[in-house]
Nanobody
Framework: VQLVESGGGLVQAGGSLRLSCAASLSTFSINTMAWYRQAPGKQRELVAI????????NYTESVKGRFTIARDNAKNTLYLRMNALKPEDTAVYYC???????????????WGQGTQVTVSS
């Protein structure tokens, strides 16, 4: 499985970016997918989750109201629209398929290279 993230860059605080994740995953359309991020010196953090149909989404509290996760199953592509960006959003962003044990979410596949998002103040 190959996950290729793109769309990152340098943006001023308050700006917007849209990340994309192209997945060479034959089961993409039936997988719950997620975006994670990892800031320097910090653990990887789950940012947003979307179910297989795209009808249900969840976000970590710090991005609610600013980020929107979406998917196009026909294109095997996952998206993350990020608005009102803050310096604390600076991180490398990754996508992955995820599964749950009922209480936590876990990544299914190996990680791609990620895409760097840098927000200047």
């Amino acid at each position: 499985v190959q996950l290729v993230e793109s769309g990152g860059g340098l943006v001023q605080a308050g700006g917007s970016l849209r990340l994309s994740c192209a997945a060479s995953l034959s089961t993409f359309s039936i997988n719950t997918m997620a975006w994670y991020r990892q800031a320097p010196g910090k653990q990887r953090e789950l940012v947003a989750i979307i179910n297989s149909s795209g009808g249900t989404t969840n976000y970590t509290e710090s991005v609610k109201g600013r980020f929107t996760i979406a998917r196009d199953n026909a294109k095997n592509t996952l998206y993350l629209r990020m608005n009102a960006l803050k310096p604390e959003d600076t991180a490398v962003y990754y996508c992955n398929a995820v599964f749950t044990d009922g209480s936590s979410w876990f990544p299914v596949d190996s990680w791609g290279q990620g895409t760097q998002v840098t927000v200047s103040s």
